[in-house]
């Protein structure tokens, strides 16, 4: 048995080498290239980022347009991913299939695809524009890109959060006099809130850094990522350097914040009625 031990504890020390070993070389993949960038931006051209009137213009423009489609994805995507968790029904597959189908879509194409729906040209993006709504080169279409791209990773939470929570909780709160509604307002839906704010949290953080469906959709007003990619194209790598470490940073405090409250509703179990 001595012998056992010290077979299996060499073997699990050597495992425990090679997991640690590809989580260094992953990490070290993944903060990298940030870091060189951070490291080789002046500190004076981050700070002159800051006080660039377009740059802010352009970090503005992505964080309300993020926030309004992660607001927007909550209303529509709880419903849809409690469908999803507690209902059996046919095409059920094939309506996971679409939901998870702008993540593997390129992105350039979901714009053109939105384009295409809400172009003048096409009616409902004419009725839009008849109603005094503008959509594409306006700040909707840049609300509606970053809904299209990020909308299935809090669809996808939501449906795992109340598949989580056991069903018969919520028949409880319905013998004790609670109808349908409040029984999840009351019961399921706090149960259910760890999932919500993580799926919400990935949400914001995918919809801040798309590119390929806004700038097809509504290339004006510029979002931050446009707006980078605009200075790199017209004055080179240096003029583009700044503006992409100090949206780095932005997005870093924001998402750091985010994951905080995201770990605090984890560690707060609501109480039951």
Known sequence: MKHLR??????????????????????AFLAGPLLKMAL????????????????????????????????????????????????????????EGLIDLPL???????????????????????ALASAGIQVAG?????????????????????????????????????????GPWRAFFRVTLPLARPWLVSGAVMMWARAISEFGAVVVLAYYPMTAPVLIYDRFERFGLEAAKPLATALVAVALVVFAGLRYLNARSRRTRPALP
């Open 104 to 126: 593997v879509v390129p992105h350039p194409i979901a714009g053109i695809a939105l384009l295409l729906v809400f172009g003048r040209r096409f009616f409902v993006g004419g």
């Open 6 to 27: 010290i077979w299996k504890t060499s073997h699990d020390s050597g495992r425990t080498v090679v997991f640690w070993a590809a989580t260094v070389l992953t990490l």
């Open 138 to 178: 306006a700040e909707a279409g840049i609300v509606a890109a970053m809904l299209f791209v990020s909308v299935p990773f809090l669809i996808n939470a939501a449906r795992d959060g109340f598949r989580a929570v056991d069903p018969r909780l919520e028949n409880v709160a319905r013998t004790l006099g609670h």
């Open 40 to 95: 080789t931006s002046r500190m004076g051209g981050v700070a002159a980022a800051f006080a660039d009137r377009a740059m802010l213009g352009a970090l503005v423009a992505s964080l309300s347009g993020a926030t309004w489609a992660t607001l927007i994805g909550l209303l529509v995507g709880t419903p849809v991913g409690f469908l999803l968790a507690r209902k059996e029904f046919r095409g059920k597959a094939l309506i």
